[in-house]
């Protein structure tokens, strides 16, 4: 259960199926995110801050793991995507009356990204080793 669970999360033969799974997903954010008190309903659950931070840190996650490369072209590629993808909901977000697209949000995001990108910039070479050992 463990190598197939590591096989999924950090194998190059998974690599495109994360990607295209970050890509579903932050399109799953962006509609649900639309939906008339959608997001009202989520916030029973969770704040702005804790959705948009495990939501970008997720999709960060799948974007660095998903993209061939080095680990620093991983992140720096990654953490562009995430700025875009951020900058974007904010954007459609704005569109919407009874939704309002913001910096702040926007900043979380990125934020978000950040920290995980380094992390994963500084854990990845380990894991990959880990995972080939």
Not at 38 to 43: D, K
Not at 51 to 80: D, E, V
Request: glycine share 6%; with cysteine.
């Amino acid at each position: 259960m463990r190598h197939t669970i590591a096989t999924l999360l950090i194998s190059s033969r998974h690599q495109q199926l994360r990607y295209r799974s970050a890509i579903v997903l932050y399109l799953l954010i962006l509609i649900l995110g639309s939906l008339p008190r959608a997001r009202a309903e989520i916030a029973n659950f969770a704040s702005g801050l804790v959705l948009h931070s495990i939501a970008y840190a997720g999709l960060t996650f799948l974007l660095f793991s998903g993209t061939p490369g080095t680990p620093s072209r991983r992140a720096i590629q990654s953490l562009a995507t995430i700025a875009l993808m951020g900058a974007l909901d904010e954007v459609v977000q704005s569109f919407f009356p009874y939704r309002h697209g913001t910096v702040a949000d926007w900043l979380v995001d990125c934020s978000a990204g950040t920290l995980a990108a380094a992390l994963l910039w500084a854990y990845w070479p380990k894991a990959e080793r880990a995972f080939h050992s």
